[in-house]
T-cell receptor, first 113, second 111 residues
Framework: ETGVTQSPTHLIKTRGQQVTLRCSSQSGHNTVSWYQQALGQGPQFIFQYYREEENGRGNFPPRFSGLQFPNYSSELNVNALELDDSALYLC????????????FGSGTRLTVV | GEDVEQSLFLSVREGDSSVINCTYTDSSSTYLYWYKQEPGAGLQLLTYIFSNMDMKQDQRLTVLLNKKDKHLSLRIADTQTGDSAIYFCADRNTGGFKTIFGAGTRLFVKA
């Protein structure tokens, strides 16, 4: 059983640029959720994808967008990067109900300078 | 709104028991979780409990749920230095699409 893989592991971008983060979900899971974890904080929900459509969204602006592919892998895109976007971005896969918890990837550390 | 609160720091001696506490506000929370995060890593699911239970034991881990007070605790028996990490409490309600996380409790185990 493969776990959740995220790429890249680290990334440095300049304010105003755009970034794409990638995630492959665990075998048997059809739902991917993305979280932002700022330093010293808990993960904050960005959005969830199921059947290639956004299934729910947290309090993040539209410049945060995503995709899910037929193999359940997913991308997180952030446009017009701001300094406050610097954080660890975590991908979590689950079944749609998610009752038995998430399987998280190791995250992508994004630094915006 | 929905919120999950935890104390930020706990220090124990190796071999002692650790108890990490959490309170949540969502009265419709149905599923409650404990996750562990080691430095530079993602979160690892440790255990979960459904709201119709008041206790769950899994090897060295014991979860207690007081639904009336919306209080959840995680007890780690015989705490080891390898248990040093950040522990997150989280909740989810039936039909909800997101899990809400607390800010995490940093557990420091002294040898």
């Amino acid at each position: 059983e493969t776990g959740v893989t995220q790429s890249p592991t680290h990334l440095i971008k300049t304010r105003g640029q755009q970034v794409t983060l990638r995630c492959s979900s665990q075998s048997g899971h059809n739902t991917v959720s993305w979280y932002q974890q700022a330093l010293g904080q808990g993960p904050q929900f960005i959005f969830q994808y199921y059947r290639e459509e956004e299934n729910g969204r947290g309090n993040f602006p539209p410049r945060f967008s995503g995709l899910q592919f037929p193999n359940y892998s997913s991308e997180l895109n952030v446009n017009a990067l701001e300094l406050d976007d610097s954080a660890l971005y975590l991908c979590a896969s689950s079944t749609l109900e998610g009752n038995y918890g998430y399987t998280f990837g190791s995250g992508t550390r994004l630094t915006v300078v | 709104g929905e919120d999950v609160e935890q104390s930020l720091f706990l220090s124990v001696r190796e071999g002692d028991s650790s108890v990490i506490n959490c309170t949540y506000t969502d009265s419709s929370s149905t599923y409650l979780y404990w996750y562990k995060q080691e430095p530079g890593a993602g979160l690892q699911l440790l255990t979960y409990i459904f709201s119709n239970m008041d206790m769950k034991q899994d090897q060295r881990l014991t979860v207690l749920l007081n639904k009336k007070d919306k209080h959840l605790s995680l007890r780690i028996a015989d705490t080891q230095t390898g248990d040093s990490a950040i522990y997150f409490c989280a909740d989810r309600n039936t039909g909800g699409f997101k899990t809400i996380f607390g800010a995490g409790t940093r557990l420091f185990v002294k040898a």
